[in-house]
């Protein structure tokens, strides 16, 4: 069974729009995080926000936030006032805390977002 | 302000060669990681490394090795490369902290894209 579930393959967004991006995670674990990254056509990953399974509170950083609802077991990223900069692969990760200290993050498939000017 | 550096961004190869694939960090992390990421599946797990001459499967260890000699140096190793190993290739580091959930932010190099023959 998929842990991290990315259900949108391809995004095209109005630039200055808001856009969400989904993501949705399958675990037993009660100590975890999730991340996103953003992978340009460099190449190169990006860390963009981190969310604990136990935060209060929904991350933000900058424009980016994380819709994040635990029951739902859903954790989405949503990019204000969206620019031509953000078009871009999204990943969204997975760490649970089994083996603390050795765990791995596990990726969903990703989300390609285009930015039309 | 390069942290974490592969040694080529891309190759091309033939079948049954043997393959490295090298990755240096400069930020004296503990963990590194090799990644493979493939249109449609994400980025899938080869190997980790906690420490040095630490090695730990990940998803798809079958027909990869991994050397970890000294510290800032994590190498992937293809024995006999096959076509089904054309991909492009992660490398990423992390911090062995825990006190804090930034502890498990990975690092990425720019990837490494293979192509055989």
């Known amino acids: 069974a998929q842990k991290i579930t990315q259900t949108q393959p391809g995004m095209f967004v109005q630039e200055k729009e808001a856009v969400t991006l989904d993501c949705t995670y399958d675990?037993?674990?009660?100590?975890?995080?999730l991340f996103w990254y953003k992978q340009p056509s460099s190449g190169e990953m990006i860390f963009l926000i981190y969310q604990g399974s136990y935060d209060q509170q929904n991350a933000t950083e900058g424009r980016y936030s994380l819709n994040f609802q635990k029951a739902r077991k859903s954790a989405n990223l949503v990019i204000s006032a969206s620019q031509l900069g953000d078009s871009a692969m999204y990943f969204c990760a997975m760490r649970e805390s089994q083996n603390f200290g050795n765990e791995k993050l596990t990726f969903g498939t990703g989300t390609r977002l285009t930015i039309i000017p | 302000d390069v942290k974490v550096t592969q040694s080529s961004r891309y190759l091309v190869k033939r079948t049954g060669e043997k393959v490295f694939l090298e990755c240096v960090q400069d930020m004296d992390h503990e963990n590194m990681f090799w990644y493979r990421q493939d249109p449609g599946l994400g980025l899938r797990l080869i190997y980790f490394s906690y420490d040095v001459k630490m090695k730990e499967k990940g998803d798809i260890p079958e027909g990869y090795s991994v050397s970890r000699e000294k510290k800032e140096r994590f190498s992937l190793i293809l024995e006999s490369a096959s076509t089904n190993q054309t991909s492009m290739y992660l490398c990423?580091?992390?911090?062995?902290?825990?006190?804090?959930?930034?502890?498990?932010?990975?690092?990425f190099g720019a990837g490494s894209r293979l192509t055989v023959l």
């Open positions: 990423a580091s992390r911090t062995q902290g825990q006190l804090t959930p930034w502890a498990n932010v990975l690092t």
């Open positions: 675990t037993s674990d009660p100590s975890y995080g």
